[in-house]
Each structure stands twice: as C-alpha cells, then as structure tokens.
C-alpha cells in the first residue's frame, strides 16, 4: 500500500476514531452553525494533516503537517471549553479531551522524530554523519 502509510499509525486511527464519535454527537446537538463548523474543521484538519505529513518525504515538510495536526488538536479542547458548558456535554467530554491530549502527545513525538530525521539527513549531507539536533529545532 505505497501512500496508505499513516492509516498504520496510531495516532491516525485515533484521530479518524474521535472525528467520527465528535461528528456524530455535534451535528445534531443544536449547536450554532459557527462553532459547529470550527470545531468540525479542526477534527477533520487532525486525520488530514497526519496523513499528509506521513506523505511527505522531507522532514520538515513532515515536521510542519505534524504540527498543524497538533495546533487543531488543542484548538478542539479550546473550543470544548467554550461549547461543554452550553451544550451539556459533561459525560462525554473527558473522553473526547483524553483522547485529544494523547492525540497531541503523540504528534509530539511524530513531530521530534521529524526533527531527528531531518537532522540526520543535513549531517550526511555536509559529511559529518553526526546529526545536531538543535540546528534544526
């Protein structure tokens, strides 16, 4: 399955997961069309920007995809934030917010090994083979 790499990742099927379980309790929750509308697009832009970022060969161009993941990440628990209270959304939210948390906590460690890839290629690039990390932070 040349291209279908990211759908063997955790945090992609994770994210698909709580798309769909948010999708399903929010589209008929009464929700103005504004917030409903913004917190769909970030779901949507979680899943989107992993499986681009996993199609991305260079790692920064990865490094870049994992991070607009995980910026959407914790811009849907801003907007929990702001619905939960309004919606009485209290017994599902936990879960939702537990799985956003690790969602984001394992795009970090996508995003760090990004890094080291991207590191490791300018190293060999220059001829040193010894990567420095920190050039590329």
């Known amino acids: 399955d040349l291209g279908m790499e990211h759908e063997r990742l955790e ?12 999708r399903k309790h929010v589209l008929g929750s009464g929700l ?7 917190l769909l697009r970030a ?5 989107a920007n992993i499986a681009e970022g996993t199609g991305r060969r260079s790692g920064n161009e990865a490094r870049y995809h994992y991070n607009v993941a995980r910026g959407s990440a914790i811009e849907c628990l801003s907007i929990l934030d702001v619905i939960v209270p309004e919606r009485g959304f209290h017994v599902i939210e936990p879960k939702w917010r537990a799985e956003l948390v690790s969602i984001s906590k394992m795009l970090y460690i996508l995003i760090h090994r990004a890094t080291l ?9 220059l001829g040193t083979g010894k990567p420095s990390v920190a050039r590329h932070l």
């Open 32 to 38: 103005d069309f504004g917030t409903r509308d913004q």
């Open 11 to 22: 945090v992609y099927q994770c994210a698909v997961k709580l798309n769909r379980e948010v």
């Open 117 to 125: 890839l991207q590191a490791r290629r300018a190293a060999r690039a």
């Open 43 to 47: 779901m949507l832009s979680i899943s």
